[in-house]
């Protein structure tokens, strides 16, 4: 192929971004830059106008506390768009803002997204057309347990097996690698929310105290935990009283919601479960030399790795900064294409690989 300077010079100063579009967090990885952007899945829109109001973290502190006119959405639910049209605009936000960042204009750019494995073509088409509605200039797809395992360092290009368990905010995903390719695979829509929406049920039913889900996640990340912590922990909780309709301030204790959580953990146990049984022996032996990673932010939750290594009889650790995993392993896709692209997912009718 003849040299063609335009696209030499194009490529040169061209954007090469990594988008994490997850549930409860987007994550935008920058080629040369890494994650410049990490702000919640929410926003706020005029109801009366459908213009957006704010996005991200700002969009998120709303929730809750909106007049009759104005909604707070979250575009992505269990992993997938539920709504183009603010998922849209909530990809045009984030990518105009890293264009805000470069000294110079510079041209649309290259987008590689990472998505939930078993995702229908439609689902997988949603979040191309998406992206390539927001500006970029070519859109790449990328299965999130995948570059989880990339960001998080393993070695699945090689001939032993690596695991990785990603919990995001709508799904977990569970991918046994070797060889570059996957031997087995599971994914569920039991995650972060899932459990957050434990701790509201339990309060509800226990103390008749309705609180929101911004509340019950925090809940969950100060004093929940998947296994008995060394020192238990209490935490004072504000809300509505069911009964009297008025407000009300409830102690609960790191027991009462790891109880309220052992539902869907179990049901993340239970899944990695499934695929070991699975796998060849083999591959059996090689995760007892090299364990079970966790990555996403759901991996952050404490004794989640005891929990799962107590029950399992193998190592379990928790990537470095695993928030960021997803984000960080599709970025690494632009840092050796030709060789890194063979993990990118193609649609029906033509291949990410080749649309402009």
């Known amino acids: 192929m003849a040299f063609n300077p335009f696209n030499w010079l194009l490529g040169l100063f061209s954007l090469d971004i990594a988008i994490d579009l997850g549930t409860a967090n987007t994550l935008v990885n920058v080629r040369g830059k890494g994650i410049v952007i990490n702000e919640p899945s929410w926003v706020t829109i ?11 973290l700002e969009a998120k502190e709303m929730v809750g506390r909106t007049p009759a006119n104005v909604t707070v959405v979250r575009p992505l639910r269990d992993g997938v768009i539920s709504d183009f049209a603010i998922t849209q605009i909530m990809l045009e936000y984030f990518i105009g803002k890293v264009h805000e960042q470069s000294v110079v204009p510079l041209p649309r750019p290259r987008v590689i997204v990472g998505i939930p494995t078993g995702v229908t073509e439609v689902e997988k088409r949603a979040v191309y057309d998406a992206v390539m509605a927001a500006g970029a200039r070519q859109a790449f797809l990328i299965e999130e347990p995948i570059a989880a395992a ?5 070695p699945i290009g090689d001939i032993h097996g690596s695991m990785v368990v990603d919990i995001g905010g709508g799904t977990t995903e569970v991918a046994v690698m070797s060889m570059s390719g996957v031997v087995a695979s599971r994914s569920l829509r039991v995650a972060g929310d899932e459990m957050d929406q434990d701790v509201v049920q339990y309060l509800r039913n226990k103390y008749n105290l309705l609180i929101g889900e911004s509340i019950a996640e925090q ?36 027991v009462e919601i790891r109880e309220a959580l052992s539902g869907s ?20 032996a090689d995760l007892m030399d090299v364990g079970i990673c966790l990555a996403g932010g759901g991996g952050l939750l404490q004794g989640l790795a005891d ?35 063979r993990y990118l997912v193609g649609l029906e009718r033509g291949s990410t690989r080749h649309s402009a």
């Open 265 to 284: 953990v179990q049901v993340i146990v239970d899944t990695v479960r499934d695929a070991l049984d699975e796998i060849p022996p083999e591959i059996v």
């Open 307 to 341: 929990r799962i290594s107590d029950e399992l009889k193998l190592r379990v650790w928790v990537a470095e900064d695993p928030l960021t995993c997803v984000a960080r392993g599709a970025g690494m896709i632009f840092e050796d294409f030709d060789r890194l692209s």
């Open 150 to 154: 990339l960001g998080a360092g393993l």
């Open 46 to 56: 005029d109801k009366r106008l459908r213009q957006p109001i704010a996005i991200g």
């Open 219 to 254: 809940v969950k990340w100060k004093i929940g935990s998947a296994y008995p912590l060394p020192v238990e922990k209490t935490m004072d909780v504000r809300g509505r009283n069911l009964v009297t309709g008025l407000p009300e301030t409830v102690q609960v204790s790191s």
